[in-house]
Every structure is written in C-alpha cells, then in structure tokens.
C-alpha cells in the first residue's frame, strides 16, 4: 500500500523557502479579466455554486513517475460557466498566493477536464501540495498545475509561465514507461492522456 509520506513532493515554486501558511476561513479564489462575472468565492462559496466532483485518475511527473489517485474538487468548467470568459479572450493565467503563475489555452483545459482540486485520497491537499486547492489536468505534466491558487485571469494575450521560461515548452505525457509509486511496476501512460500533437498553450 503506498504511503503518502513517500511520494515526492510536488515541485514548490519557492524551493528553499517557507511556504505559504493559508488560512483556509478567510481564503478566497478570485476571478477576473476579460469575464462577463467576476468572482471572489470562498472554499465553501465554491461548494455551494459548483458540483463537487470525484475521481480516480493517475498523476504523471516530468521526472517519469505516477501514482494514481482519489482527487476530489471541482471541474474548471463548472467555474468559467460561472464567470463567462469572453470570446475573444482564449487564455486562463493561474497564478498561486505566492506569486507562481502558469498561463494555458481555455480549450486545452477543458479538453483535458482541467479540475481545481482540494482533496486526494480523501485528505486536503497537504501545504506542500497545493493546500487549499490546485489547478490540475491529468493529460499533462504536473509542472504546468499551479498550487495554492489565488487568482485566476481570462486574458487576451499569452505570456509565459515559469516552467516554460525554464525552457519545459512541452508538456504532454510522453509515451515511455513511468515508475508506478503505488504498485512498483513500471506503467506506460494510460491511452487516454497520450495526445499525437503537440502541446496546446
């Protein structure tokens, strides 16, 4: 049985330094830019106006490991359904309480069921992984989820986030085998979150 003490942190955007201490009663994930809504909802705000969603899916790190998960939260559709991100605004930057952003094509995240997530395995996500709530999407590397999400932006133009600037300018799974933490063995990616194309924005 794998325990969670022994799967690798997720990367933390401020290596070496104390992360964040979020006060999970007076946290609020605000949504802005070019929306028809903008939002200011608290954990139990985003409760009540979204459906809670659960599933059982298998996390990929760009250093060739995963582990498959319960991951409970809440559908990024569900979210853009409630601010309305104008037509012609096709980008959603995610930027963390500490300052720590990604910016992605909307399309692309829908496509690959983009979830704000803020539990696994049953538990809330600990600090070090993104309490209270993190951008995932399971058809790509986790390097491109933002954690501890405070804010999120419709916006008109791409700018790069940091992985990208690191020089990570793709991050689809790649098709090789992926050291499974959970059962030991080494597992190629699951079909459904390999994509032929290239990395969409």
Same mark, same amino acid.
């Given at each position: 049985? *794998?325990?969670?003490? &022994? ?8 290596k070496?330094?104390?992360? $964040?201490v979020?006060?999970?009663t007076?946290? &609020?994930?605000t ?6 809504n903008c939002l200011?909802?608290?954990?139990g705000e985003?409760?009540h *106006?979204m459906?809670?969603?659960?599933t059982? &899916? ?8 995963s582990?498959? =998960?319960? !991951? *409970? %939260?809440?559908?990024?559709v +569900?979210l853009?359904e409630?601010?309305?991100p104008l037509?012609?605004a096709?980008?959603? &930057?995610?930027?963390?309480? =500490? %300052?720590?952003?990604?910016? +992605?094509?909307?399309? +692309? #995240?829908?496509?690959?069921g983009?979830? #704000?997530? $803020?539990?696994?395995?049953?538990e809330?996500l600990?600090?070090?992984?993104g309490f209270?709530?993190?951008?995932? /999407? ?12 405070? *804010? ?5 133009k791409?700018a790069? %986030? =940091? !992985?990208v600037r690191?020089?990570? /300018?793709? +991050? /689809?799974i790649?098709?090789?085998p992926?050291?499974?933490l959970? /059962?030991?063995e080494?597992l190629?990616?699951?079909p459904?979150?390999?994509? =032929? ?5």
């Open positions: 049985m *794998r325990s969670i003490k &022994r799967i690798p942190t997720f990367f933390h955007e401020f070496g330094k104390a992360i $964040t979020v006060d999970p007076s946290y &609020r994930l949504v802005e830019g070019a929306v028809n200011e909802l608290s954990l985003l409760e *106006r459906p809670v969603i659960e059982r &899916r298998r996390f990929y790190c760009v250093n060739g490991w582990f498959e =998960a319960i !991951w *409970r %939260g809440f559908e990024l +569900s853009l409630l601010c309305g037509c012609d096709p980008f959603l &930057r995610a930027i963390s309480i =500490a %300052g720590y952003e990604d910016t +992605s094509g909307i399309n +692309s #995240l829908i496509k690959g983009a979830m #704000l997530v $803020t539990h696994m395995d049953g809330p600990s600090p070090e992984r209270p709530m993190r951008l995932m /999407t399971f058809d790509r590397y986790q390097f491109r989820g933002v954690k501890a999400l405070a *804010r999120i932006e419709i916006v008109r791409y790069p %986030g =940091a !992985w690191y020089g990570y /300018t793709d +991050s /689809t790649q098709p090789f992926h050291l499974a959970d /059962t030991g080494e190629m990616p699951d459904d979150v390999l994509r =032929a194309t290239p990395d969409e924005l």
